[in-house]
Antibody, heavy 120, light 107 residues
Framework: EVQLVQSGAEVKKPGESLKISCKGS????????IGWVRQMPGKGLDWMGI????????TYSPSFEGQVTISADKSISTAYLQWTSLKASDAAIYYC?????????????WGQGTLVTVSS | EIVVTQSPATLSLSPGERATLSCRAS??????LAWYQQHPGQPPYLLFY???TRATGVPVRFSGSGSGTEFTLTISSLQSEDFAVYYC?????????FGPGTKVEIK
């Protein structure tokens, strides 16, 4: 069974750093890209970027390039989303999602989401 | 940039009724369109890609159709678990944008 299990909820202050994770299981991690999607409170879905663990190729959405860092450690089947300096506007639920093969940007499996709260 | 819009924003129906949700792209996306369902507090769930290819486990009461700029998601007879928010998404370009969603609520 394919599963994506994300790290737990985080409460941070503005300016702090954060790294959240997404562990894949039940499939060959290297062979499917993993993306990160933001959902702000009561709002829709925004693609942040994707990584192909097999060769670590990363593509960011223009709105998020330079704002976050996406990475993966295929030895432990885990993808990461990282901030160096959080802003209040980063408060959201962040989902990792595995893509359908050959269709970049369409996920067939999603993690449970990680709630990030940023407040002074 | 190809923008996707959805209508209506909210659809109020009773269980057993037919639901018809619309998604429109500002330029042709061929059949590169997906639909998702999201319940409160849950991640999205893929329903269709390629406009009409049903994802694994999706009940047959759901159907997807359309091409070019006009797409439709139809639920033939609403069940209690179908009341949720539905998003369409085109994937002709990167990033592939999601529409604003249609909320299907109990009348």
């Amino acid at each position: 069974e394919v599963q994506l299990v994300q790290s737990g909820a985080e409460v941070k202050k503005p300016g702090e750093s954060l790294k959240i994770s997404c562990k894949g299981s039940g499939y060959i991690f290297d062979n499917f890209w993993i993306g990160w999607v933001r959902q702000m409170p009561g709002k829709g879905l925004d693609w942040m970027g994707i990584i192909y663990p097999g060769d670590s190729e990363i593509t960011y959405s223009p709105s998020f390039e330079g704002q976050v860092t996406i990475s993966a450690d295929k030895s432990i089947s885990t993808a990461y989303l990282q901030w160096t300096s959080l802003k209040a506007s980063d408060a959201a639920i962040y989902y990792c999602a595995r893509g359908i093969k050959a269709i970049r940007g369409v996920p067939d499996y999603w993690g449970q989401g990680t709630l990030v709260t940023v407040s002074s | 940039e190809i923008v996707v819009t959805q209508s209506p924003a909210t659809l109020s129906l009773s269980p057993g009724e037919r639901a018809t949700l619309s998604c429109r792209a500002s330029r042709s996306v061929g059949r590169n369109l997906a639909w998702y369902q999201q319940h409160p507090g849950q991640p999205p769930y893929l329903l269709f890609y390629g406009a009409s290819t049903r994802a694994t486990g999706v009940p047959v009461r759901f159907s997807g159709s359309g091409s070019g700029t006009e797409f439709t998601l139809t639920i033939s007879s609403l069940q209690s678990e179908d009341f949720a928010v539905y998003y369409c998404q085109h994937y002709n370009t990167w990033p592939p944008p999601f529409g604003p969603g249609t909320k299907v609520e109990i009348k």
